[in-house]
């Protein structure tokens, strides 16, 4: 089956930068672009941008260039989402995404990045 | 960017009733539209997609409609496993994708 596996909780200080992974398996990697979506506490849902595992394509909502960065490591059918710059209202659940055709069919179980001094 | 509304924010409902939830995007998206089901502590769950289309294994009292602007969410009778948040969100366009806002369905 789908799954979608992210890496472990981050607690980061101001200025520092997080990296999230997201492992991919029960599909065909290079199939389906990954997305990145978050959520903070008790708030709505976020995007973030995509990226195409095949071509490393990436395309990013314009709140948050300059900023994320998207890569994926094929042989390995992963995804990674770095955030630099990292303010306290960045403390959010990181969320990756399995997209089919614009929707998103398959999630990981989400990365809890906590952001204080 | 297109703004996705949701209302009501939040509804109190029983067992067995029929539930509506609506979405309004501030410009024409097709039937580019999803919704989703969040529970706390989950990720958010695809319901429907191309404004109507039932994601395989969703059960069939979850339907969807409408074009354009408007667009709706129904649950024909309300279930306990269905009480949780539900989202819109809009893929016509990636500049960027947005959702909504959000619809917290309580139990009454």
């Known amino acids: 089956q789908v799954q979608l596996v992210q890496s472990g909780a981050e607690v980061k200080k101001p200025g520092a930068s997080v990296k999230i992974s997201c492992k991919t398996s029960?599909?065909?990697?290079?199939?389906?672009?990954i997305n990145w979506v978050r959520q903070a506490s008790g708030q709505g849902l976020e995007w973030m941008g995509w990226m195409n595992p095949n071509s490393g394509n990436t395309g990013y909502s314009q709140k948050f260039q300059g900023r994320v960065t998207m890569t994926r490591n094929t042989s390995i059918g992963a995804a990674y989402m770095e955030l630099s710059s990292l303010r306290s209202d960045d403390t959010a659940i990181y969320y990756c995404?399995?997209?089919?055709?614009?929707?998103?069919?398959?999630w990981g179980q989400g990365t809890l990045v906590t952001v204080s001094s | 960017d297109i703004q996705m509304t949701q209302s009501p924010s939040s509804l109190s409902a029983s067992v067995g009733d029929r539930v509506t939830i609506t979405c309004r995007a501030s410009?024409?998206?097709?039937?580019?539209l999803g919704w989703y089901q969040q529970k706390p502590g989950k990720a958010p769950n695809l319901l429907i997609y191309?404004?109507?289309i039932l994601e395989s294994g969703v059960p069939s009292r979850f339907s969807g409609s409408g074009s354009g602007t408007d667009f709706t969410l129904t649950i024909s009778s309300l279930q306990p496993d269905d009480f949780a948040t539900y989202y819109c969100q809009q893929y016509n366009t990636y500049s960027p994708l947005t959702f909504g806002g959000g619809t917290k369905v309580e139990i009454k």
């Open positions: 995404a399995r997209e089919r055709a614009g929707r998103f069919d398959s």
């Open positions: 191309k404004a109507s």
């Open positions: 410009q024409s998206i097709d039937d580019y």
């Open positions: 029960g599909y065909s990697f290079l199939g389906y672009d």
